[in-house]
């Protein structure tokens, strides 16, 4: 099993929409979660944190839940400029210094 | 505030010539640095990661190799390169934030595309 695994998609969403992204993660004791972005052919970008309570950024929010091992990304009313890869991201335990990467979800968000 | 640069942009190189690849960070201090590979349509490999200068951790068996001469500087080098070298090298850094006590989030540089023919 994957450290981390995610659905590759492609998802193609009408611009509007709402859509989601999970990702599950093996480790139980994993320590901190982020989501990535990564536009085609640029370098991915931190896009938030996952916080155990969820967290919210405008029409992003991310949650996790530990007891099932797996993290969230909901999409509101999605943009032309939210195509992108997103890769789910997480710290395992005992390395203080190393992230796991998935391989990410590709969206494509259609005018 | 910090960046990190990445050069070159864009690197083309036959088989068996060597490489070297520089990733400097500014605005922090005592960062820790890394080194992945993206091969196309694949997710991210790390390959090396440094917590300090002349300190490299090597994850991945391979030809290539990592060098930190300087507190803010990690370069990624090959003496003979391979067709399966070809990918995007990208490089990051990871610093303490403030309040913690381990590092967190991993900031990435704007990557160099090397083709192998």
């Known amino acids: 099993r994957k450290e981390v695994e995610q659905d590759p998609g492609p998802f193609n969403v009408p611009e509007g929409a709402t859509v989601a992204f999970n990702c599950t993660y093996s480790?139980?004791?994993?320590?901190?979660f982020f989501w990535y972005r990564q536009d085609c052919r640029k370098e991915p970008k931190l896009l938030m944190s996952?916080?155990?309570s969820g967290n919210e950024d405008g029409r992003f929010t991310a949650q996790l839940n530990r007891a099932s091992q797996y993290i969230s990304l909901l999409i509101r009313d999605s943009k032309l400029s939210d195509s992108a890869t997103y890769l789910c991201v997480v710290k395992p335990p005992g390395s203080a210094r190393q992230l796991t990467f998935g391989s990410g979800t590709q969206l494509t968000v259609l005018p | 505030s910090q960046t990190i640069h990445q050069w070159p942009a864009t690197l083309v190189q036959p088989v068996g010539s060597p490489l070297s690849l520089e990733c400097t960070v500014e605005?922090?201090?005592?960062?820790?640095l890394y080194w992945y590979r993206q091969a196309a349509g694949r997710g991210l490999q790390l390959l090396f990661y440094s917590v300090g200068i002349g300190q490299i951790s090597s994850e991945v068996p391979q030809n290539l190799s990592a060098s930190r001469p300087q507190d803010r500087q990690f370069i990624l080098s090959s003496k003979k390169l391979l067709l399966s070298d070809s990918g995007f090298y990208l490089c990051?850094?990871?610093?303490?934030?403030?309040?913690?006590?381990?590092?967190?989030?991993?900031?990435f540089g704007p990557g160099t595309r090397l083709t192998v023919l």
């Open positions: 996952v916080y155990s």
């Open positions: 480790n139980s004791a994993s320590q901190s």
């Open positions: 605005g922090t201090s005592n960062p820790n």
């Open positions: 990051a850094w990871s610093g303490y934030p403030p309040g913690e006590s381990s590092y967190n989030e991993q900031f």
